[in-house]
């Protein structure tokens, strides 16, 4: 029996995006599902101060040093 991924076991909110083609999804389902896109966003996205957050979440979630 193989062990639960970390996605399955993690009980993180993860925040959801408002702009964009995937807007009203959150940033683990835009991994999941286009994590190109992901990577242009955050590469190309301004982030408001506010954003912060947001920010070093996408961060984490491509693994960006």
């Keep these: 029996k193989r062990s639960p991924s970390i996605f399955e ?3 993180k909110e993860y925040s959801k995006i408002n702009f964009g083609k995937h807007s ?7 991994l999941c ?4 896109w992901l990577s242009w966003m955050y590469k190309n996205y301004t982030f408001k101060i506010s954003e912060e957050k947001l ?8 693994k960006i040093k």
């Excluded at 920010?55 to 491509?62: A, C, D, G, P, S």
């Design 9 to 11: 076991t993690e009980e």
């Design 33 to 36: 599902e286009d994590k190109q």
């Design 55 to 62: 920010k070093q979440e996408v961060k984490e979630l491509l």
């Design 24 to 30: 009203g999804k959150s940033t683990l389902e835009i």
